[in-house]
């Protein structure tokens, strides 16, 4: 009977799309006239199938983020979390500040917060897939647009990309001179300065410089008794850069990118007990701007990566042979007081504790002191003027990374004496061959299949040399490998000049994965392949002679043996377990408007259910909340029927912009409105640890002005502007501790660009 709903649910959904779009319909003169406005909306081009297409051609789900709305975004600082409930069914969050985001598509990501943890989501940069969790917090800046590609991607980007792919594409060098600078300050002093400069070395030869730096100043003081100090945390100095060559021949090009990233902050503020016992409403007396924790003067986070890659591209007569090749590497360490408080039940009388019942403190530190990815990819692609076109390539992957596990005693020692070490080392080998063929059958109907084999392989040691809880010295040894053929079948037809429908059924997977944070318990848990298989069908057009776009997508998948991340729960540790089937549906609205010469405006929106379907799959609950799922006999929660955690039903984004010319130069003025439902935080249900709706609102207002060759623009900016402040992530296994969101943020900017 529930099967029975959702196909219906989405035949009514895709019915109604089909007939308001389609029904519309437009005569060839009217093209032309409109093709004649200077206020249409402009071609997307995306390399959502590594070639660049017009978006509305794509038989993909896809959204791009770009130009004045991609700056609106990143205004105060913003690290990539900035993306969160932007585009339709992405959400992004972190527990540990600005590294290390974690992404969910169409309900689907991963919890985990280990260093070695894979995601269901890849990020790929320029080209080039970013593994490691900390690769993923690179910072964005002097960005030419960001693609999200919604459903399993596991044909052409293969690895680890059931739930879909975040894409983003630096400017790249050229012949052209230009570039531009911009300096921003805001709230609690931050200042954000970037700039880039490029053009042509020789006839042949352009190179790009891309700079970016941040500073923020500690502003959270502790008030702790015995540990008050003022200014303590919350702040951060982030430098990045990006060098980039580009040679151009006569049929052959090579891009060199270099990128370097170097973080000094500090981690995100764990808050004891912030949550009201029995809602998941904040305290009182809650300030941003305080915390009362013991091992607050030890917290830091120091994040250092950097990476390069070589893009080769031949242009033969009818082929293209494209090879790219890349290093990364990243180092980071991190140390937080995890409990978010001072004191514990058992010291003393038990009275110096605080905020709240604190069971037992903890501190504790992540680090990762080796880390390099090495990744091949080479591809062949036709350029024929017939009927048929295709691709093929190999791809390889290979990562070594070494991962330090610490806790320490606050206890007994005030200055937090070292009392649990363990070391991990992870080598992970993958390789794949890839194919894709599209073929024209008429003037209206294209057809593109794909198929991938990948093989996966995963050596893992966990040496523990000292334990907190007694456990003593243990060595862990696990390996773990699949192989799996990914494939999809996509069909996209042209209904008349102005409306295309598309279809596609694919299927990939996620390789097995390893968990040996063994600081607080002996067991390394593993977790078997997750395998995903996915439908959709949609309208991608254009309406009101080329300014109105709206694409509209239903879609059901199933997946089989999830994996999934039981975090916490008894322990400062993750356990791995399988589903044994999760399912997923709903529709996207990816909308896009000139509403007038002065007026545009987009307005997106996405519904994603999500449904755990497992009779016997039951984990371990929090310490002091209210768990409102079944209790087994084991005291553990039954998550059969649960949504999957972090996972919204409701995500939309609407946003509006106005320009009037004005003297010599021309006033603009943008607002953006973010909606994210509600959230589970964990596998189970609880009354506490259900993250509230969250709505954020954005407002740019400035004037810009030309002299020459150079662009100049003002803007006073805020973001969060009502400054709703809710919980957006916790930790379960000692206090009711939670992650608060950003704080209202209100800074100028001014920006010079140059040709």
Known sequence: MKAMKRSTLATLINATLFSAVAGTSFSSLAAEEAAKKSNQLEVIQVTARKRVENAQ??????????????????????????????????????????????????????TDFDLNASQPVSLVVDEVVQENAILKGFPVFDVERVEVLRGPQGTLFGRNTPAGLVKFDSVKPSQEFDGYGSVSYGSRGAVDTSGAVGGALTDRLSARVSLLWQDKDDYIDNQAPGFEAKDEQGGYTEKAARVQFLYEGDDFTALLNYHTRDLDGSPIAFRANVIKTGTNDLVDN???????????????????SEGASLKLEWELKNHTITSISAWESAEIYSRADIDGGYGAAFIDDGNFQGPGIIPFASESADGIPDHDQLTQELRLSSNFDGDLNYQVGVFYFDEELT???????????PAGELDGFVRQQQDTTAWAVFGSVDYTFTEKLKVTAGLRYSDDD??????????????????????????????????????????????????????????????????????????????????????????????????????????????GGGANFN???????????????????VLSDEFNATFNLSYNKTEIKDND???????????????????????????????????????????????????????????????????????????????????????????????????????????????????????NTGIVNEERYVGAEFKVRFF
């Open 57 to 110: 051609e794509v038989p993909v789900a896809v959204s791009a983020l770009q130009g004045d709305n991609l700056d609106a975004y990143s205004s105060a600082g913003m690290d990539i979390r900035f993306l969160n409930a932007k585009i339709p069914s992405l959400s992004i969050e972190s527990s540990f500040g600005r590294s290390f985001p974690r992404f969910y598509v169409r309900g689907l990501g991963n």
């Open 286 to 304: 809650f300030e941003n701007d305080v915390v009362f924790q013991d091992a607050a003067s030890r917290s830091t986070q120091q994040v250092e």
């Open 403 to 413: 991962i330090e596990n610490y806790s320490y005693n606050t206890f007994s020692s």
């Open 458 to 567: 995963k050596d893992f040691v966990a040496n523990r040399t000292l334990s907190p809880i007694g456990g003593g010295a243990l060595l862990v040894e696990r390996d773990v490998s699949d192989d799996h053929v990914s494939w999809d079948l996509s069909a996209n037809y042209k209904v008349n000049d102005d409306v295309n429908w598309y279809g596609r059924v694919a299927n990939s997977f996620r390789a097995p994965s390893l968990q040996g944070r063994i600081l607080f318990g002996d067991d390394v848990t593993t977790a078997e392949s997750e395998t995903v298989t996915s439908y959709e069908t949609g309208i991608k057009s254009d309406v009101l002679d080329g300014q109105g776009r709206i694409n509209a997508t239903v879609f059901y998948y199933t997946m089989d043996d999830q994996q999934l991340t039981a975090v």
């Open 575 to 593: 356990r791995l377990v399988n589903a044994d089937k999760t399912t997923g549906y709903g529709f996207e609205i990816d909308s896009q408007w």
């Open 617 to 735: 799959l039951a984990v371990a609950v929090c310490a002091q909340c209210t768990v409102t799922d079944p209790i087994n006999a084991s005291g553990l929660a039954v998550l059969d029927g649960n949504s999957l955690p972090h996972a919204p039903e409701w995500i939309s984004n609407f946003t509006l912009r106005y320009t009037k010319e004005l003297a010599d130069g021309n006033f603009f003025a943008s607002g953006d409105l973010s909606y994210r439902s509600k959230i589970n935080m964990f596998l189970y249900e609880s009354v506490e640890f259900e993250g509230k709706e969250l709505i954020e609102t954005g407002l740019r207002t400035g004037y810009t002005w030309s002299e020459g060759d150079y662009e100049y623009e003002v803007a006073a900016f805020v973001r969060n502007l009502f400054d709703e402040q809710q919980v957006i992530g916790a930790v379960d296994f000692n206090n």
